[in-house]
């Protein structure tokens, strides 16, 4: 079987040693020193110039934070093309989610439709860097200074990328990221807030740990969104890698660009000044009727891609959208290839072959 993604694993030996670490020092949670070393290790991998970043137990917690403190119960502007948890934030904090639609080629949210969303109770813009694709940064920026909006984006996708030179992290007043054991990046379990703005950082560090100010003070409201030492050694081992796991991505990526038969195949569009991280590879059918023909043909063979993201947000049975024409259309025809470090050459022929021969059938 060859699976839309399969997790990446350090060397066991590596592995074993950080664990070794944590039964040395007999710390499993509460920010023990690995987990505090994976911190430092990430901003230098990533060159943090300005953001602090702050490891949790997963990649929805710091988004749900994030609203928390900045959204404030109010409406949030956001992508019907996301994961289901960016919207599914929105609601648990109880926000409203009000949906813009996405640009056709570049799959994030269209920025020339977000002013005419603002309302009088809109406090946050909560867009998603999609398959690692950035947002107009620039046009978003403008528009929240413009009408005095706080600004999220889930990055869940993005480790690695840069835009315009510095770590997509930079950017927003918070970041979000996934580490999830799918990610290109992963403690197994995990993720992660980003932040400029020292004050706000604060906000987030005790939001994740009760709201604790010492052991028997509280600044505020707060829940558990720590991080064991185990998922640490994890992120600790598997970071060393992280070049090789650029690296094997982008050949697989070149290959499918070399081999697949565009013409009746449409990809993503990577916004200009991105230097990507090949995250994931999707590509969008003329249909949904071609895209489900190719789907049952790959899994004949064993092979499974993966209809990410599907459906579009705003047609979920919970949410009361308004319709979003691309992003319902987008969501129907997309679908995303196997991608992982070791896809061999004659798996990935097998991929575009079975794929190139259902097309041109």
């Known amino acids: 079987m060859i699976n839309v993604t399969k997790t990446f694993l350090p060397p066991i030996n590596e592995y074993m040693a950080q664990v070794q670490r944590a039964y040395d020092n007999v710390w499993l949670t509460n920010r023990g020193e690995l987990i505090k070393e994976l911190e430092h290790n990430i901003a230098q991998v990533l060159q943090l110039r300005e953001a602090s970043i702050l490891c949790m137990n997963n990649g929805t917690i710091p988004i749900q934070i994030a609203l928390k403190l900045l959204a404030k119960g109010g409406d949030v502007i956001t992508t019907p093309f996301s994961y289901v948890a960016t919207t599914s934030s929105i609601l648990w904090e109880a926000c409203t989610p009000i949906f813009v639609d996405i640009h056709p080629e570049y799959l994030t949210i269209d920025e020339s439709k977000i002013e005419a969303a603002i309302t009088p ?179 004949k063979n064993e092979i499974t891609g993966r209809r990410y993201f599907y459906p579009s947000l705003n047609t979920l049975q919970f949410i009361d959208g308004k319709t979003c024409p691309v992003s319902e259309d987008v969501s129907k025809r997309i679908m995303c290839l196997p991608l992982y470090p070791d896809l061999n050459e004659n798996q990935l022929r097998k991929i575009t072959s079975v794929i190139n021969a259902v097309l041109n059938a």
Not at 166 to 188: D, N, Q, R, W
Not at 194 to 199: A, H, L, S, T
Not at 228 to 237: I, N
Request: proline letters at 3%; a negative charge; aromatic letters at 12%.
């Open 121 to 299: 109770r809109t406090t946050c813009i909560l867009a998603t860097h999609v398959f690692g694709n950035p947002c107009n940064i620039e046009e978003i920026e403008r528009i929240a200074l413009k009408h005095n909006l706080k600004v999220i984006y889930d990055a869940a996708h993005s480790f690695g990328v840069e835009y315009d030179g510095k770590s997509i992290f930079e950017y927003g007043h918070v970041s979000t990221c996934s580490f999830h054991a799918t990610k290109l990046f992963h403690t197994g379990e995990g993720g992660a807030a980003f932040c400029k703005d020292p004050g706000l950082f604060h906000e987030i560090f005790y939001s994740h740990n009760f709201g604790h100010n010492g052991p028997l003070d509280f600044h505020g409201l707060g829940i558990n969104a720590k991080i064991s030492e185990l998922q640490a050694a994890m992120g600790l081992a598997v970071l060393p890698h992280l070049e090789f796991i650029i690296e094997r991505r982008k050949q697989v990526v070149d290959f499918y660009n070399n081999e697949l038969n565009f013409s009746h195949l449409a990809k993503l569009k990577i916004r200009p000044l991105t230097r990507w991280n090949y995250s994931y590879y999707p590509v969008l059918f003329s249909d949904e009727q071609r895209l489900l023909e190719v789907d049952a043909e790959l899994r």
